[in-house]
């Protein structure tokens, strides 16, 4: 089979919450579309959204870039921020460092990043301080007709 | 069950999203949490919180939940209530506290 691949974009700004999850709410629409699995499709957004509520709670701006193949869907987020200074301690549950601000809005429990984890095939993330951060995630395509092979 | 016998049976308050009164209620999680609610909640489970900001209805449509509840009097931002009715995802209301309202939906679930 010839690999199609659907390529978006979407850019993001740190700092406003009302914005945040826009781009997920477009990727599912656009997702759904083709005939990927309503689970895979949920796994790929819920990543996504927490990886757009850091961009606005921690970074300046962001691009995220999809790349829809016939077998994977790829995700890209990549920051220009602060970056992170201890990834291992910023993916452990419960870790922190979100303002009083953000966790009266109910943020800031430490569970972002490991939400991303657990709904990616694979999850890569990197980070430098004073640049940013990109997180890499790959979820592989369950095709809705394929179900049951 | 559906949210409509739930604001029925239990008094809710419809604050917005009335075409999606129809929707099928089952089980529900009580957090105030976001990401806990993100990692934890199931697909038609009723929410009960009272953060009523716009992040609330974007987790809501990402998890296809079924409805809202916003205890202790809360009620939704004004962009929340909107988005609410975009997604057809009901935002109810209640006077009373998490315990309770979790309690009796809970009551009314496990007698269906
Ligand atoms: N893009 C980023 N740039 C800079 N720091 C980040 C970024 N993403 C995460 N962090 C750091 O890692 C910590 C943990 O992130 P994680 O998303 O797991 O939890 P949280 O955002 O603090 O809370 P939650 O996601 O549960 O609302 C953050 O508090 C922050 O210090
Ligand atoms: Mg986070």
Same mark, same amino acid.
């Given at each position: *089979?010839?690999?199609?691949?659907?390529?978006?974009?979407?850019?993001?700004?740190?700092?406003?919450?009302?914005?945040?999850?826009?781009?997920?709410?477009?990727?599912?629409?656009?997702?759904?579309?083709?005939?990927?699995?309503?689970?895979?499709?949920?796994?790929?957004?819920?990543?996504?959204?927490?990886?757009?509520?850091?961009?606005?709670?921690?970074?300046?701006?962001?691009?995220?870039?999809?790349?829809?193949?016939?077998?994977?869907?790829?995700?890209?987020?990549?920051?220009?921020?602060?970056?992170?200074?201890?990834?291992?301690?910023? *993916?452990?549950?419960?870790?922190?460092?979100?303002?009083?601000?953000?966790?009266?809005?109910?943020?800031?429990?430490? *569970?972002?990043? #490991?939400?991303?984890?657990?709904? #990616?095939?694979?999850?890569?993330?990197?980070?430098?301080?004073?640049?940013?951060?990109?997180?890499?995630?790959?979820?592989?395509?369950?095709?809705?007709?394929?179900?049951?092979? | *069950?559906?949210?409509?016998?739930?604001?029925?049976?239990?008094?809710?308050?419809?604050?917005?999203?009335?075409?999606?009164?129809?929707?099928?209620? #089952?089980?529900?999680?009580?957090?105030?949490?976001?990401?806990?609610?993100?990692?934890?909640?199931?697909?038609?489970?009723?929410?009960?919180?009272?953060?009523?900001?716009?992040?609330?209805?974007?987790?809501?449509?990402?998890?296809?939940?079924?409805?809202?509840?916003?205890?202790?009097?809360?009620?939704?931002?004004?962009?929340?209530?909107?988005? #609410?009715?975009?997604?057809?995802?009901?935002?109810?209301?209640?006077?009373?506290?998490?315990?309770?309202?979790?309690?009796?939906?809970?009551?009314?679930?496990?007698?269906?």
């Amino acid at each position: *089979m010839v690999e199609e691949t659907i390529s978006l974009q979407y850019k993001i700004d740190g700092g406003d919450f009302k914005k945040a999850g826009y781009a997920s709410s477009q990727i599912k629409k656009r997702l759904q579309k083709l005939n990927i699995h309503p689970k895979v499709i949920k796994k790929i957004v819920i990543a996504l959204y927490e990886a757009e509520i850091n961009v606005v709670a921690y970074a300046y701006d962001a691009v995220i870039r999809i790349e829809i193949g016939n077998e994977t869907v790829k995700v890209k987020i990549k920051d220009n921020g602060p970056g992170i200074q201890d990834i291992n301690q910023a *993916m452990e549950k419960g870790y922190s460092t979100a303002s009083s601000k953000i966790r009266e809005m109910g943020f800031g429990a430490g *569970m972002g990043l #490991s939400n991303m984890k657990k709904n #990616s095939d694979k999850f890569d993330i990197k980070s430098k301080i004073n640049e940013g951060t990109e997180i890499n995630i790959i979820n592989y395509r369950i095709n809705i007709k394929n179900e049951n092979n | *069950m559906k949210i409509i016998d739930l604001v029925n049976k239990l008094g809710l308050e419809i604050l917005s999203g009335e075409n999606g009164l129809n929707r099928t209620v #089952s089980g529900g999680y009580t957090s105030d949490l976001l990401s806990d609610v993100i990692a934890n909640a199931q697909e038609n489970n009723i929410w009960i919180t009272l953060q009523t900001h716009k992040n609330v209805m974007a987790i809501a449509s990402l998890k296809d939940l079924a409805a809202i509840i916003l205890i202790n009097g809360n009620k939704p931002e004004e962009d929340t209530r909107e988005q #609410s009715n975009i997604e057809n995802i009901p935002i109810l209301g209640t006077k009373g506290n998490a315990f309770e309202t979790s309690a009796k939906i809970y009551e009314l679930l496990n007698n269906e």
